[in-house]
């Protein structure tokens, strides 16, 4: 609310008047400005005062305008009829995404307008960072990437607007497989004038020829260090194919700064990378048969997805880390004659591993014997030649134990521009995933002639509640609390005699009741608590909900059987 006033004040004593009424339009038209006037009731200069210092002010500085983006339509031939799609639109670390459509044809109207301010410093034409459009499916409350596409937005800085047709890709057909059509408009700063059109498209054409040579050269680069050097490049390459548009660049482009304030901890970070679900990136033979591609994905698509293979959670963490202002790598290398990557972070002589897919960290060397053959980050790429010596300096700035890799690939931001997680909230109730649950166990048992009480109430309940919260922070801080050997002892105190307790805590990464009730009843374990059939059978069901950014989530749902002992 604060950040939303303090917005549209700056706007108007800036000179922006045009953009602040527009903007002020599209909230009313939603209802939201009303809502605001209504809730807020300290005047804006109030306001300003509490911002005083905070990075709303730094980010709101302004240097050139804004660009207002609308998404006209996608036409795709993957989009499955009748499914639920959606549009993340990422420009200059700002991120949008559009309410869910549902595709009845190969063409999705979206009609979404948004607005992305210009940040760069010096002159706007150099910000060579593209629009980047990820049209995505969702199934099974799970997002999927349909198609992809990076658009060169800079026509508008001559024009002042422009409506642009951009090709979409997928990593799982080689070719184009439909397009996107975008109305762009350029609000410039009070100041700020429009290039002259031969400005723009020398540029554009200069940066093409470019890429075009840094592209030739970078081959010749690699082809060169390839011959001087002893180790398997083909299992730990320099540059990297992107889940997109053909593109091979330098691995050190998929790893950037970035923040997120809802992850207070470098564990919490650990613990949110490791609750994205797994999926390998494959692509479609001439046959029809899908096979696996050895291609990552971009930060933005790993984020808008929610899911990451084990090379992209691991850069996602070692992105996360570095906004900590922790000096870390992503390591590539064997264990156990099998490859391996996790991150590493360097604090003095001390060395640490960080699990990306299970969000835990230890000493190096702590948890079995690890072979470290490459590290990079966002700045530089590394390989070792101690590997015949037996043991491993990581003294990084000695050439003479980690072979330097220097490259400066030009289209890098193509899949650097992700800087900021959103603070995004689902709303999901806990009491209404707790009464579903209760209803459909109620359910499963009455169809197997079962009785017995299922419910959500009494001092068992009261206790599993905080159990659960001790396991997801047992998660988040890589400690055991003793929670639960307390949790334990709490539950059978609520025991009757001659009555027996069991009872099974489970984890889930989404609040999504179908993929939940699968999940217990797949299991035997918690399959036989459900369908327990002794005699004067209560059975207590406990959900917790924990949200991180983004969307991503982590539930635990807890069932306690109480039932009386057989004589």
Request: aromatic share 8%; net charge negative.
């Given at each position: ?96 995404v559009t309410p869910t459509c549902m595709a009845h044809n190969e063409e999705v109207v979206f009609d979404t307008t948004c607005i992305f301010p210009l940040f760069p410093r010096g002159d706007l034409l150099q910000c060579n960072t593209p629009l980047h459009i990820v049209l995505l499916k969702t199934a099974d409350q799970h997002l999927y990437k349909l198609c992809e596409a990076f658009v060169e ?179 590539a290398g064997v264990m156990s004659e099998k490859k391996f990557m996790c991150v590493l972070t360097r604090d003095g002589e001390s060395v640490t591993c960080w699990d990306a897919e299970l969000g835990t960290s230890y000493a190096y060397g702590k948890q079995g014997a690890f072979t470290v053959h490459q590290v990079f980050n966002d700045t530089r790429c590394l390989f070792n030649q101690q590997l ?40 999901i109730n806990e009491e209404e995933l707790e009464e579903r649950l209760v209803t459909n166990i109620r359910g499963c048992r009455a169809g197997l002639g079962l009785r017995g009480r299922v419910m959500r109430e009494g001092g068992l309940y009261e206790v599993m509640g905080q159990a659960l919260w001790q396991y997801e922070m047992a998660a988040v801080t890589n400690m055991q609390t003793g929670g ?84």
């Amino acid at each position: 609310k604060l950040q939303f006033l303090y917005f549209i004040g700056w706007m108007e004593r800036n000179g922006e008047k045009q953009l602040a009424n527009l903007l002020t339009a599209h909230f009313k038209e939603q209802g939201t400005l009303s809502y605001l006037e209504n809730n807020i009731d300290c005047d804006v200069e109030e306001l300003l005062n509490q911002l005083e210092g905070n990075d709303v002010r730094k980010r709101h500085d302004i240097q050139h305008g804004y660009l207002q983006v609308e998404l006209k339509s996608c036409h795709s031939l993957l989009d499955p009829p009748g499914s639920g799609m959606q549009c993340s639109m990422l420009f200059e670390g700002t991120r949008h995404v559009t309410p869910t459509c549902m595709a009845h044809n190969e063409e999705v109207v979206f009609d979404t307008t948004c607005i992305f301010p210009l940040f760069p410093r010096g002159d706007l034409l150099q910000c060579n960072t593209p629009l980047h459009i990820v049209l995505l499916k969702t199934a099974d409350q799970h997002l999927y990437k349909l198609c992809e596409a990076f658009v060169e937005w800079r026509t508008v800085l001559s024009t002042g607007s422009a409506t642009i047709t951009a090709d979409l890709t997928s990593s799982a057909i080689s070719i184009p497989t439909g397009v996107v059509v975008l109305d762009i408009k350029f609000f410039p700063k009070a100041g700020c004038i429009l290039y002259a059109p031969h400005e723009v498209e020398q540029q554009l054409c200069g940066e093409k020829e470019q890429q075009g040579r840094s592209q030739v050269g970078l081959s010749r680069y690699l082809r060169d260090w390839y011959k001087t050097s002893s180790l398997d490049l083909n299992a730990h390459p320099l540059s990297q194919l992107t889940d997109g548009p053909p593109t091979s660049l330098p691995v050190t482009s998929f790893i950037t700064r970035m923040t997120c304030k809802d992850l207070p901890t470098p564990l919490a970070a650990a613990r949110y990378v490791s609750l994205f679900r797994h999926e390998d990136r494959t692509t479609l033979s001439i046959t029809g048969d899908v096979k696996p591609r050895d291609v990552w994905a971009s930060m933005h698509v790993v984020v808008a997805t929610r899911a990451a293979n084990v090379s992209e959670r691991c850069c996602l963490l070692c992105c996360l880390l570095l906004g900590f202002s922790i000096d870390a790598w992503v390591a590539a290398g064997v264990m156990s004659e099998k490859k391996f990557m996790c991150v590493l972070t360097r604090d003095g002589e001390s060395v640490t591993c960080w699990d990306a897919e299970l969000g835990t960290s230890y000493a190096y060397g702590k948890q079995g014997a690890f072979t470290v053959h490459q590290v990079f980050n966002d700045t530089r790429c590394l390989f070792n030649q101690q590997l015949a010596s037996g043991f491993t300096s990581f003294s990084f700035d000695e050439p003479e134990l980690w072979k330097p890799f220097e490259w400066d690939f030009p289209t890098a931001n193509m899949v650097r521009s992700l800087t900021t997680l959103r603070v995004l909230h689902n709303g999901i109730n806990e009491e209404e995933l707790e009464e579903r649950l209760v209803t459909n166990i109620r359910g499963c048992r009455a169809g197997l002639g079962l009785r017995g009480r299922v419910m959500r109430e009494g001092g068992l309940y009261e206790v599993m509640g905080q159990a659960l919260w001790q396991y997801e922070m047992a998660a988040v801080t890589n400690m055991q609390t003793g929670g639960e050997a307390l949790f334990r002892a709490a539950c059978y105190s609520q025991v009757p005699k001659r009555y027996s307790l069991k009872f099974i805590p489970t984890h889930h990464t989404c609040a999504h009741l179908p993929s939940i009730m699968s999940s217990l009843m797949e299991h035997r374990d918690t399959r036989e608590l459900v369908e327990t059939h002794n005699r004067d059978t209560s059975i207590t069901v406990r959900c917790k909900i924990t949200e991180y950014p983004e969307g991503v989530t982590s539930t635990w749902v807890s069932i306690a059987v109480l039932h009386h002992n057989i004589d």
